[in-house]
C-alpha cells in the first residue's frame, strides 16, 4: 500500500499500517495533496484484511505545524467537497484502531485529528495549539463538539478562545493524549502498543470501537459539517485575510478596525 504523495509516506509491516507525514523542512505542514494521500490510504486499509492498525506520526521532530496557508488563502480548502473533509470523514469513519505518535509542533488539526485517533501518545516536547481564533477562524474537526465532553466547557473554552500552546502533559492531563514518553520513544511505543492490537480478533476489536463511539458518531458528523460550513466562510472573511497578510509579514494581526 503505496502513497502517491512523496511528502506521505506508507508501509505495511506486522498487519500495521504506518502513514507518515514527510515535509520536515515546512515542520509537516500539510497540503491538499497530502490530505487526499492520506484518505486514499485510509479508505484504501478499511477494506485491505492485510491492515488491522493503523499508526500516523510525522517525520523531522514534528508532527504537524497544521495547514499550509498558502493552500488556504484561496478559500477551497474546507467544505465537504474538499481534500481536507475527505480526510477527516476518512479518520472519523475509520473502522479500526488508530494510534497517533507525535512529537513537536502538533497545531490545528494536529491536535483536533487527535480526538479522533484511538490511542495517542506524545513525547514530552511536544507543543499542541488550536490558533483557530487567533487566525479569525472557528473551531473544526469536531472539535467544538467533542472538546466541551472530554475536559469540559471551561478548559475547552479556554484552549479554544485563547489559542494559547500547551505542552505534552497538560494534553494527557485533559485526555487528548494518553501518555507522554520521553523524546524519540513515541513511535517505538505506538508500535508495541499496535503489534498488540494486531494480534487481538480483529472483528472483537472493531466491534468494540463502534461500541465505544455510540451515541456520538453521528452527532459528531453533524458537528463537523456545521464547522466547515463556518470555517469554509471564515476563509473569505477579512479578519482571515488580516490574520494571513500578518502571518506572512511576520507581525501580529491587527483586528481593531473589525467590529
Known amino acids: 500500500m503505496q502513497s502517491q504523495c512523496a511528502e506521505i509516506r506508507s508501509q505495511v509491516s506486522g498487519r500495521v499500517l504506518e502513514i507518515t507525514i514527510n515535509r520536515p523542512e515546512r515542520k509537516n505542514a500539510l497540503t491538499m495533496a497530502m490530505y487526499s494521500a492520506m484518505a486514499d490510504l485510509l479508505d484504501a486499509a478499511v477494506v485491505d484484511s492485510e491492515v488491522r492498525v493503523v499508526i500516523l506520526t510525522g517525520s ?5 505545524s ?11 480548502a474546507s467544505g465537504e ?7 477527516m470523514q476518512a479518520l472519523y469513519r475509520f473502522p479500526k484502531p488508530v494510534i497517533a505518535a507525535v512529537a513537536g509542533p502538533a497545531v490545528g488539526i494536529g491536535t483536533t485529528l487527535l480526538l479522533h485517533c484511538d490511542l495517542s501518545i506524545a513525547e514530552d516536547d511536544a507543543v499542541f495549539q488550536m490558533p483557530f481564533v487567533n487566525l479569525g477562524l472557528c473551531p473544526e474537526y469536531g472539535s467544538s463538539f467533542l472538546l466541551p465532553r472530554i475536559m469540559g466547557h471551561t478548559k475547552a473554552s479556554e484552549l479554544l478562545l485563547l489559542g494559547k500552546k500547551f505542552d505534552a502533559q497538560t494534553a494527557a492531563d485533559v485526555n487528548i493524549c494518553n501518555e507522554v514518553v520521553y523524546s ?9 502498543y499496535a503489534a498488540e492490537l494486531a494480534q487481538k480478533a480483529p472483528e472483537a476489536v472493531r466491534l468494540t470501537k463502534k461500541l465505544l463511539r455510540q451515541g456520538t458518531l453521528e ?5 463537523i459539517r456545521e ?15 488580516e490574520a494571513a497578510t500578518a502571518f506572512m509579514e511576520k507581525r501580529p494581526a491587527d483586528f481593531s478596525r473589525f467590529d
Open 81 to 87: 467537497e474538499s481534500p481536507v473533509f475527505r480526510f
Open 60 to 64: 523531522g521532530g514534528a508532527f504537524t
Open 219 to 223: 452527532s459528531g458528523m453533524a458537528a
Open 66 to 76: 497544521g495547514n499550509d496557508l498558502t493552500d488556504f488563502l484561496g478559500g477551497s
Open 227 to 241: 464547522e466547515a460550513g463556518h470555517f469554509k466562510a471564515r476563509l473569505q472573511s477579512d479578519e482571515f485575510r
Open 184 to 192: 524519540g520513544e513515541a513511535l517505538d511505543r505506538a508500535r508495541v
